[in-house]
């Protein structure tokens, strides 16, 4: 498959030269294929997630060896889905974005090899982006785009960090998690409350249907000086709270409804610390677990309160996308970066790491 489609692009024609760009976004560095296309005119051309839930559902988790075969299968039929979408050929391309970390190791490298591939035999620059610098700069695929500097809150399966953000790639760690980031204990807790993986929008439906005041979850960490979080003790509290209550519905739905609430609270206690230390208050609120609703809806409400600013993601794009790594990939591809043709990927790569656009990699 790849290598017919590889011969097949080798007769196409670079237009690298070319004043309008188009450039391609892989993502795959989870559960999630995601494709899509960013012109430097247009913005957003066609965009497809691939979402391989039901693959793994009777794991309770992500499978990595499994994601990995996914995405090989997905990846080249999804490029060219969007490619028909969008009305364009490969031969349209002028660039190349993959996510080459922080993810699953064999899930990046499917991304990262189609995407060098395809860079290669088109004769464009390929780059390998961030994921949570995607998820960071989401909300910049919206009309209503925020200004530098800001406050990033950003809350996936895999992290949960404050970030003062003071353009692209420049980025200070304010806060982290010292444990569980905030989206695994939401799955965590959904598998708990017996709702299929990944839980944590399950859980927010369930919490809908739970009353107030019958339980009392902690705030973790909220009396400590600081923006740090930890989420492993909540976690705990839930599992001991469910042994002890019995799994009746309304039981469940009062269970999850405490524990969102008191996630909610502790983030929008550490949001309100981190605006006010950095005296920042536009704030941004990306990752999975920024469809949260009940989030949503606190922090746009203290914003308010504070005369502050606060952006998210359109819905789709809380999650994993291709989009995000478009955009991103774009915007370092138009300022002059692009990487060598090794194919590399990341596992772990802290994101203050990444440099601005004008200092070259
Ligand atoms: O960003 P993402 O798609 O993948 C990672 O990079 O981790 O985030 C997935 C996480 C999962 O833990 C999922 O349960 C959580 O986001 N999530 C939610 C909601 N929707 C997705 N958590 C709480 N409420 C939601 N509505
Ligand atoms: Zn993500």
Redesign the pocket.
Known sequence: MIFCTVSRIMSCKSKSDEKTMLTLGIET??D?TGIALYDSEQGLLAHEVYSQIALHKDYGGVVPELASRDHIQKTIPLIQQVLAEAGKSQSDLTGIAYTAGP?LIGALLVGATIGRTLAWALGVPAIGVH?MEG?LLAPMLEENKPDFPFIALL?????TQLIQVDGLGQYHLLGDTLDD????A??KT?KLLGLDY????A??ELATLGRAGQYQFPRPMVNRPGLDFSFSGLKTFAMNTVHGAGNDPQTLADIAYAF?EAVVDTLLIKCRRAIKQCKINRLVVA???S???L?RQKLKDYMFEIKGEVFYPRHEF???NGAMIAYVGHVRLQAGQADDTAIKARARWPITELTPTSQKK
């Open positions: 560095s989870c999630e993810g994921h998820h809350v996936s399966g895999g992290h980031a905030v989206g695994e939401f799955d959904a990944p839980g944590g929008a859980l927010a969102q990752g999975g677990v469809a949260n609703q989030l809380c999650t994993d």
